[in-house]
């Protein structure tokens, strides 16, 4: 399995920025993916995911309302598009996935992605 993440960059407060990263080597739908962020000086957390085979999304209350994850069958392709950016949410992102089904951001990953960085700035 590989993941691929990428689309960061540089926003001001209140802007917009779409996330996409590029999995493949499943060998069927029965996976999870989605999205964790690691902000300077703490600890990596999860944002968003979505378990692919049950179409289910989970999200942590500071993305609930801003982010939105989503997923393209045909091109493979996870992405998360974040509105309403603040500060805080400066971090590197990363995509990550595991076998199974369930809230990727309470279970084991198997994957990781390179991170890609996020910078909410005026």
């Known amino acids: 399995v590989q993941l691929q993440a990428f689309g960061g960059g540089l926003v001001r407060p209140g802007g917009s920025l779409r996330l996409s990263c590029a999995a493949s080597g499943f060998e069927s739908d029965y996976y999870a993916i989605g999205w964790f962020r690691q902000a300077p000086g703490k600890g990596r957390e999860g944002v968003a995911c979505l378990a692919v085979k049950a179409g289910r999304t989970y999200y942590t209350d500071f993305a609930k309302d801003r982010f939105t994850i989503s997923r393209d069958n045909a091109k493979n392709m996870v992405y998360l598009q974040m509105d309403s950016l603040k500060p805080e949410d400066t971090a590197v992102y990363y995509c990550?996935?595991?076998?199974?089904?369930?809230?990727?951001?309470?279970?084991?990953?198997?994957?990781w992605g390179r991170g890609t960085q996020v910078t909410v700035s005026s």
């Open positions: 990550a996935a595991r076998t199974g089904a369930g809230d990727l951001r309470r279970t084991p990953v198997d994957f």
